[in-house]
């Protein structure tokens, strides 16, 4: 069996290039004129999954779309129906997009099938491009991963877009059939999943690294939070006299912020704010704000949200004003599997690279997969954490030693013992 | 000649409730249904000046609505041609106003002339009722006292309202003369102005005391400022990597409201805040604010601005932020008329109450007519600081006493050598 220390550096190199040109060629597959968007089985999604075809062609390697239109190609083990390990991520993008979130993860699965240069392992490996991950043309997110794990229900069928059409027309209009769907959900002979995907973040850059392993998908919580007070004259009302809803909610925003530097690796952000009437000249008497509190451990998550209900309360109570909150989101986090973790970082530290862990602060295709098969990522530097946005972009040479990386990997469990009993 | 101290308390009793009867007969004057609200020369403001000329009928005072649509009503002195007194306010009121804004001071002006009973003092008296102030329907205020001071030019009446009509095609609309505009300036025959106007504040509710004299009108800045960080994923970027618009602007809330406490009168407000993008979980990039700052001082009050632009800065740089900012007003503050601020206060003591001096924090008419006549104002007492809003009051027993202290005020002027000699 070859291995992956026989690709000369110039052999990566060109693989990695090809790999960012291939994301740059999907980046042109767009609604918009100019700048990339591709939702939800629009018709550049369509583009995505021929040209993938084309690539895989050469391996011998058939497409399928599944009924949830996501994008399945199966490279065979050395056994016939063998377990198979999946490996992908999304082919959609939010508008004025950049080109490698999620389709590096797909074209990085291709270019690792090509790197294995007709080697068979004793797994065989499912490429998965799923439909949808960014939430865009439904406004809920993961529909091509929740087809997999057996969650997309009449519910999230009936859903519809900004012009009324819905989920299951939306597939129907595509040229598939939602009856199909339950035979894309994953059977008894997925190994796990193992998806690449672009940081998204600042952190690797900071710590001067170009991988990570992803340990666990934080969880979040959503919270929207009213301080209410009451309106007067700006120019009438002196300082002593005032229930400025504003005031209150400017101590709060500094509380929020002083709390998530206070806590290691907890993240609170308050990003949205509305302060009612809104007018230059008079104090603001209603001011409603959210907050978005990430964490990789549910308690010290839940303990900060609930710390800082307490604070907007206190803050309120002391200046006169009152405070009216709602949760919008409670969800856990998402541990990756402990095995596939430390397959990863053996293979990160046969690279030669050093060792990062980390929780992943965003949601990912991975978290759902996590429900039904062990499940983990790679993180890629993001250089200075610009996504969802046409400055993304990836370094080659991360993209060598993420190549690097996934090849190690393969062999790492071509030759674990635990996986070879279960072949 | 009869003197105030012969009215008994159920007579200003009477004339009081009265007034506040007939200001609540203006409120039903409306654009609007279920709602009061007044713009410049819409059909209710002539409904207005009909119910006021019944009002003035019984007393022989002919009214007049000159070219700016103010209504004008002289009750001659002892002597034709003498100079005369300008008291009034204004009959135009917001959306969703109370009944006592503007209307207020307009009907006590009708109340005194009531109540002289058919004394003549050594100076006519002029009622008016301006057709505009509070800068509702074409943005701009003070429409109807401009014209006193010869300031209703060609660029103001060329303003077009929401619907495109002009402030000239508004008054001809209302069966006026643009033509007219000039004769309805002020002659040397105006002795000065006086303007009984509910406070719009709450300090003489704190203080227990129903009336206020207005020494001076506040000055005014206006500025836009914005923060410019940037716009991240509030998932993945780590507290000590972010450039969050939004932390910085709630530093600098603070830093106003802090700024305005430590000065003596000085008022700051932040009443308006727009973040972008505005997401849940997106890290705020641009936040854009206004500030307004109001004190009867204007060094004190341009220094705060400075001061806060520079703390604005300070804060920025210390989070890796810009800022720029704009101002959208500087008005300077107007000064009351000493000699009528004097007579006002005797008048206020004379009538048994405490004398309390104030710098008036909104714009009002007085403002405008002292850039050519000595001006001053009462203020009334406002319950809970309220106005421009239905629940918007105003006592019978203040009422009662700012009628006493206006006929106080009046034989005061009536006696005044200084007066006296330029009669």
């Known amino acids: 069996m070859a291995t992956t220390a026989q690709m000369t550096e110039a052999a990566v190199r060109r693989r990695a290039e090809e790999a960012l040109a291939r994301c740059r060629k999907l980046a042109s597959f767009s609604e918009d004129q ?21 690539w895989l062609e050469p391996l011998g390697v058939a497409v399928r779309v599944d009924g949830a239109g996501n994008l399945r190609a199966i490279y065979p083990g050395t056994r016939p129906g063998a377990l198979h390990l999946l490996i992908g991520s999304h082919l959609d993008t939010v508008p004025n997009a950049g080109a490698y979130d999620g389709a590096l993860g797909v074209v990085l699965a291709v270019t690792l099938l090509e790197a294995l240069d007709g080697r068979r392992l004793p797994f065989g490996i499912e490429i998965v491009g799923f439909s949808e991950e960014e939430g865009v043309r439904f406004g809920v997110p993961f529909i091509g991963s929740r087809a997999l794990v057996g969650r997309l229900d009449e519910e999230l069928l009936r859903l519809e877009d900004g012009r009324g059409i819905s989920v299951r027309e939306a597939i129907e209009d595509f040229g598939l059939n939602p009856a199909e769907i339950p035979r894309a959900a994953l059977s008894g002979d ?132 009152t405070t009216r909150w709602k949760a919008l989101l409670d969800q856990r986090a998402v541990p990756m599997d402990p095995f596939l973790i430390a397959a990863i970082e053996r293979a990160i530290t046969k690279s030669g690279a050093s060792v990062h862990r980390m929780v992943s602060g965003a949601g990912h295709d991975a978290m759902i997969l996590a429900e039904k098969i062990p499940a983990s990522m790679f993180f890629l530097r993001t250089p200075g954490g610009v996504s969802h946005d046409p400055a993304e972009s990836v370094a080659v040479d991360d993209v060598g030693k993420a190549i690097k990386c996934g090849l190690h990997l393969l062999d790492e469990l071509a030759s674990s013992p635990s996986i070879r009993e279960r072949m």
Chains 1, 2 share one sequence.
């Open 190 to 321: 997925a190994l796990g999943y193992i998806e690449f995907h672009i940081e998204q973040g600042p952190v690797l850059e900071e710590l001067g690294r170009p991988l990570a392993v992803v340990e666990s998908i934080a969880g979040q919580s959503r919270i929207e939070l009213t301080f209410l007070g009451h309106s007067n004259h700006a120019g009438t009302t002196p300082m002593n006299l005032r229930y400025d809803a504003l005031a209150g909610a400017a101590e709060w925003i500094a509380a929020v912020e002083n709390k998530a530097r206070s806590v290691t690796d907890l993240v609170a952000t308050v990003g949205k704010i509305d302060a009612k009437p809104g007018a230059t000249n008079v104090i603001a008497g209603e001011v409603r704000l959210t907050l978005d509190v990430r964490h990789g451990g549910d308690e010290i998550r839940t303990q900060a949200v609930k710390n800082l209900v307490s604070q907007a309360q206190a803050i309120a109570a002391r200046r006169g004003l």
């Open 34 to 54: 100019g700048s990339t968007r591709r939702t939800f089985l629009s018709p550049p999604i369509r583009d995505c999954h021929l040209e993938i075809t084309r």
